[in-house]
């Protein structure tokens, strides 16, 4: 099987990604950037939660199915798209969160000031707008927005992270869910944000700025 240890590690990360209820058997999809350029990629019509690496595809950047025996996710495009602007990533996470996607049918931001670790690891949130999904317009869009952020909520659809690696994305991904349902519970309660000085010095701690 050809790159199977890359596709082994995104089968991982899908397992581990549904374990934490981040996403639902049908929803969601992860790809990592592989040392030649391929990217491995989730297969659709596939387990979530039992994902090994003979059901993870290979495709090259350009599309290309190197693994014509299974039907890849529709979001492939996607992907390819947004590794397309981030040269500097390696990994990319969309899943389908309670409380986060929850957020995309509103109108409402997630608070990422709340907690010094949702700042730092996963800066601010991206609104990506709706189109449909597994579209060239849903890929065009996010990858747009995408360039020069790691976070993004996709309107009436879902979550997508991305990082230098699988681990930093999933990473983003879970502080997204935290920070959602952190909102949620400020909305009973009175809080304290990060002030602008604490911000600028997380963004300098980081290397943002």
Do not use: W
């Not at 374990?19 to 639902?24: H, S, V, Y």
């Not at 979001?75 to 590794?83: D, K, N, S, V």
């Not at 790691?150 to 879970?174: P, Q, S, W, Y």
């Amino acid at each position: 099987m050809i790159y199977e240890k890359e596709r082994e590690q995104v089968a991982s990360f899908m397992r581990r990604l549904y374990r934490q209820f981040l996403t639902t058997t049908s929803g969601g999809n992860i790809s990592c950037r592989l040392p030649d350029g391929n990217i491995a990629v989730t297969a659709s019509q596939s387990d979530k939660a039992n994902q090994q690496p003979a059901t993870v595809g290979v495709v090259t950047p350009d599309g290309e199915t190197l693994t014509p025996e299974l039907k890849l996710s529709i979001e492939t495009g996607l992907h390819l798209a947004i590794y397309k602007v981030r040269p500097d990533i390696g990994a990319i996470v969309h899943a389908h969160p309670v409380t986060a996607t929850f957020f995309t049918a509103t109108d409402e931001p997630i608070n990422m000031h709340l907690t010094a670790e949702a700042y730092a690891v996963a800066g601010e949130l991206v609104r990506i707008p709706y189109a449909l999904m597994g579209t060239p317009e849903l890929a065009a869009l996010a990858a747009e927005k995408m360039r020069s952020c790691d976070c993004g909520l996709m309107d009436n659809h879902g979550v997508i992270t991305v990082g230098k690696t699988l681990l930093a994305a999933f990473d983003r991904m879970e502080l997204v869910e935290c920070a959602a349902k952190q909102t949620l519970m400020a909305c009973t309660l009175k809080t304290h944000s990060l002030t602008a000085a604490q911000l600028l010095e997380l963004d300098r701690f980081v290397g943002r700025k």
